[in-house]
């Protein structure tokens, strides 16, 4: 197992080819020849994982191949703390074996290659599946797009699904997480520009609806309604007089 701790680099076995960016984690079977091992002037934390730990996960010629560990989330996340506190802990525990400290990393890659797999086989691409994803981005975002930390990481995080595959749902409808979140926010700025009343604060309707200014608020207001905020205002209270008018 590599832990690339600062720097950059690469592995190439074969036609397959990953570069290795500072604070990734991949799973690299040594037992297979690697044509080019291209890290260079990177600080590298090396784990050797006994191969009979892991030999009944492997499912073929494709297991053969470099794993990159999503070290975001799950047993990655924990993978990677635990890799970053293993230094400090075999300089300073002089009465536990070092096996007994390496246990727990070959526990973990377990852990995330079955996530992994996990994961691949929730990903596959039937419109049935893109279709659910794209239901389920849809709902989360209408609930949380006010909060301004939202991400499509996050998003992707509850659906157990990887970023990725969450952009190719989107994609598959012709949006992106973006215009959802856009839509979804200025949709929620018009509801409470109307309950507000003509005199609504836009700094405060813009901060409540996700916005980070009035600035971002209006060019995004004003792309998706097609008119300003200012102006949704004033016709939208116009109608609401002409409506008393006709009721008297």
């Not at 090396?46 to 892991?54: D, M, S, V």
């Not at 494709?62 to 230094?87: A, T």
């Not at 994961?119 to 893109?130: G, S």
């Not at 609930?143 to 749902?169: E, F, G, M």
């Amino acid at each position: 197992m590599v832990y690339i701790l600062s720097g950059r680099g690469a592995i190439q076995r074969g036609n397959h080819f990953i570069p290795m960016n500072s604070g990734g984690i991949y799973l690299v079977d040594l037992g297979q020849t690697i044509i080019h091992d291209l890290i260079q002037q990177s600080h590298v934390l090396l784990c050797r994982i006994p191969r009979k730990k892991i030999e009944k996960f492997r499912k073929g010629p494709g297991d053969n191949q470099p794993l990159e560990i999503d070290s975001n989330s799950g047993p990655g996340l924990l993978l990677r703390n635990y890799l970053l506190l293993l230094p400090r802990a075999r300089q300073q525990s002089s009465f536990v074996s070092p096996e007994t400290l390496f246990n727990p990393v070959a526990e973990l890659a377990i852990a995330c290659i079955e996530e992994s797999r996990g994961k691949a086989a929730a990903e596959v691409e039937t419109p049935q599946r893109l279709n659910v994803v794209f239901r389920q981005t849809c709902q989360l975002i209408q609930k949380y797009c006010c909060d301004v930390d939202l991400s499509a990481q996050q998003l992707a995080i509850s659906l157990n699904i990887s970023p990725s595959y969450l952009h190719r749902a989107l994609r598959y409808h012709n949006t992106s997480y973006n215009s959802l979140l856009r839509r979804a926010r200025v949709e929620s700025a018009s509801a409470q520009l109307v309950g507000s009343g003509r005199n609504a604060s836009m700094l405060q309707v813009a901060l409540n609806s996700g916005f980070n200014g009035t600035s971002q608020f209006s060019r995004a207001f004003k792309e998706e309604m097609g008119i300003t905020a200012s102006e949704f205002v004033k016709q939208t209270f116009a109608e609401k007089n002409d409506l008393l008018v006709l009721e008297e």
